[in-house]
């Protein structure tokens, strides 16, 4: 912002100027009234649209394993996540099958899926050991797909599993699991 | 926000003293370049991010009226009782409706569910002005399950959470938590 500068020096032992009194009042008046105003409601504006960019980014966790698991027949797999491509609150160490939901971040999650062809099995979201949400299928390893949101709690644990109903092995790999927050 | 000190009191009939009148320009020049030349934006960061991301919606219950009680072949309003949650007046306890604030709380909105009874024998739906909206999958008392799909809504739209009992017998359950939430206005 802009700095004030006053035009003159008031000093001891001086003759007595009432005009260099007055000029600095009035270089005051001009900076409190005009200036400062100005300056401040630009400053202002430039915060709030920065704060509205932060308010509107990205909140949640994406996690993803590029090493294939096999699953054989009639098995469950607990997702194994080896890397952390997004984590805006500490929700993931790698390597885990948990993701944990932080202090404070508790709330209304989108779970969304990029994966390996899976197809014919079964990938079900889990919070805190229980079954939430089994994704639909056709997942694609180049686009996500998502389910309808879950509610989670601060201390949460949410897991991924993927189930091979089928009679022979079949092998995934995750390239990205995310779960986006859009509400407290 | 910090508040401007003047050093020196300037009084009629005293001697002159320049210094003093300087000190006191000295002290407005600092302060002006100084205190007010904060740069707010991590505050203003905070308190809009922080707006931004809290709830913002309802969240209401029957667990004061204990059981409802529904009939065979009947489609009946939730009774709510309770109100946990609201953030904008949705909700009047005098009525069973949810009411849409009139300013400012169009939008989309994830309707949440808990219940216990015999849901097992129900399909809840939301109904928007007298219209089915959205469905719920077999809801539970430990945890909320959100609806099939968020619902648009406007301004003085009535929102209701219907039972229906196609089950052959009469049922009861309780809601103990029914939670629109509001993720978003509609451009």
Request: proline share 3%.
């Amino acid at each position: 912002m802009t700095a004030l500068g006053l035009p003159n020096d008031i000093a001891d032992g001086q003759a007595g100027d009432a005009s260099k009194v007055q000029a600095n009042f009035d270089a005051i008046k001009t900076y409190v009234n005009t200036t400062l105003p100005a300056d401040r409601a630009t400053a202002v504006a430039a915060a709030a649209a920065t704060a509205i960019e932060a308010a509107s980014e990205f909140v949640g966790v994406e996690v993803s394993r590029a090493a294939s698991v096999a699953v054989v027949a009639e098995a469950t797999s607990t997702v194994s996540f080896t890397a952390e491509v997004l984590d805006t609150d500490g929700y993931f160490t790698a390597t885990s099958t948990n993701i944990v939901i932080p202090t404070d971040m508790g709330g209304l999650y989108v779970p969304s899926l990029k994966m390996s062809d899976p197809n014919p099995m079964t990938v079900t979201v889990w919070v805190n050991g229980t079954a939430r949400q089994t994704f639909a299928f056709g997942f694609s390893s180049s686009y996500y797909t998502a389910m309808k949101p879950i509610h989670v709690a601060d201390g949460d644990v949410v897991t991924l599993r993927v189930f091979n109903a089928t009679s022979g092995t079949l092998s995934y790999t995750v390239t990205g699991f995310r779960l986006t927050r859009i509400s407290a | 926000m910090s508040s401007l000190s003047i050093p020196n009191d300037i009084i009629n009939k005293t001697f002159a003293d320049g210094t003093k009148l300087g000190e006191n320009f000295t002290a407005i020049e600092a302060f002006c370049n100084g205190a007010l030349q904060t740069d707010e934006t991590a505050t203003i960061t905070a308190a809009v991010t922080t707006r931004a991301r809290r709830f913002i919606g309802c969240e209401v219950n029957n667990v004061s009226n204990g059981v409802q009680v529904i009939l065979d072949g009947h489609s009946d309003a939730v009774l709510f009782s309770g109100e946990v949650a609201d953030t904008d007046g949705y909700f009047d306890p005098s009525s069973i409706n949810i009411n849409i604030p009139l300013t400012g709380r169009d939008g989309m909105y994830v309707a949440s569910l808990k219940a216990t009874g015999n849901v097992d024998a129900l399909t809840f739906k939301v109904y928007v002005n007298g219209v089915a909206r959205a469905t719920f999958a077999t809801p539970n008392g430990s945890y909320f399950e959100t609806a099939d799909v968020t619902v648009a809504c406007v301004a003085a739209d009535v929102v209701t959470l219907v039972a229906i009992n196609a089950s052959g017998d009469s049922q009861s359950f309780t809601v103990t938590g029914f939670r629109l939430t509001h993720i978003g206005v509609i451009a």
